[in-house]
């Protein structure tokens, strides 16, 4: 069995940042991709940034430049470093992660909520 624990969201005013955190545990023999997803209210869930096992990333059109994603393989963990936040930043964030065990298997986290207003 593995968890995926996000943390680090809350209410910010526009302009400011946040750090959110991904944490795997359980029986988890090696992560592989690990990824960070938003929902908005009555919108798709959308996909927001990657880094691979190896550190390679990738990043929606909508944070290039402000977001930051990087990981820990040490710890298990994905960040989601936040920069100059929009109101239409608001959303539940939820990391994604490729976890190997026996096979490889896809785990989401419960996602943590991000406010962004003043």
């Known amino acids: 069995q593995v968890q995926l624990v996000e943390s680090g969201g809350g209410l910010v005013q526009p302009g400011g940042s946040l750090r959110l955190s991904c944490v795997a545990s359980?029986?988890?023999?090696?992560?592989?991709?690990m990824e960070w997803f938003r929902q908005a209210p009555g919108q798709e869930r959308e996909l927001v940034a990657r880094i691979t096992a190896g550190g390679i990333t990738t990043y929606a059109d909508f944070v290039q430049g402000r977001f930051a994603i990087s990981r820990d393989n040490a710890k298990n963990t994905a960040y989601l470093q936040m920069n100059r936040l929009k109101s239409e930043d608001t959303a539940v964030y939820y990391c994604?992660?490729?976890?190997?065990?026996?096979?490889?298997?896809?785990?989401w986290g419960q996602g943590t909520q991000v406010t962004v207003s003043s």
């Open positions: 359980g029986s988890i023999f090696s992560l592989a991709i």
């Open positions: 994604r992660a490729f976890v190997r065990t026996s096979a490889m298997d896809v785990y």
